[in-house]
């Protein structure tokens, strides 16, 4: 009975996360990945979080990425995971609610919204626009 149980609950796993990437309903967390992005209206940042994000940080640029399809803790912490693979980047913030992904970077990196683009499709996200914002 046990290795029935545990059996069940490898298989289950993977379903889980993938469920999530397609932005099924999963658990009393059911959302619509369209909900966190509105695409008519551009980019806007809360100045406070920025802040925060960049607080003791000189000329670093930090790019603003609207992505749909983040709709659970699992995509969150696979941006994360990706982009804090790549060197250049300093920090980010990855935010749920707002659909929203913050990276920091050096003031002299040049920050191509295809590599971006690239990292956040791989993760099973859609990245919609990007702004880069200088501090």
Do not use: W
């Not at 980047?89 to 990855?94: A, G, Q, S, Y």
């Not at 920091?104 to 099973?124: P, R, W």
């Not at 859609?126 to 501090?135: F, H, L, N, S, Y």
């Amino acid at each position: 009975m046990r290795l029935l149980f545990i059996y069940l609950l490898i298989i289950s796993v993977p379903t889980f996360a993938d469920s999530c990437h397609t932005g099924e309903a999963h658990g009393d967390h059911a959302h619509s990945s369209d909900n966190h992005v509105n695409e008519s209206h551009p980019i806007v940042v809360d100045d406070q979080k920025l802040r925060t994000l960049t607080k003791g940080k000189q000329n670093v640029k930090v790019a603003v990425v609207s992505v749909k399809g983040m709709v659970c803790d699992f995509c969150a912490r696979g941006l994360e995971k990706t982009f804090k693979k790549d060197s250049s980047v300093i920090t980010l913030d990855v935010d749920l609610k707002k659909g929203m992904l913050l990276i920091v970077y050096n003031k002299n990196k040049e920050i191509l919204f295809s590599e971006i683009k690239k990292k956040i499709i791989a993760n099973g996200q859609e990245p919609i626009a990007m702004e880069i914002r200088e501090i």
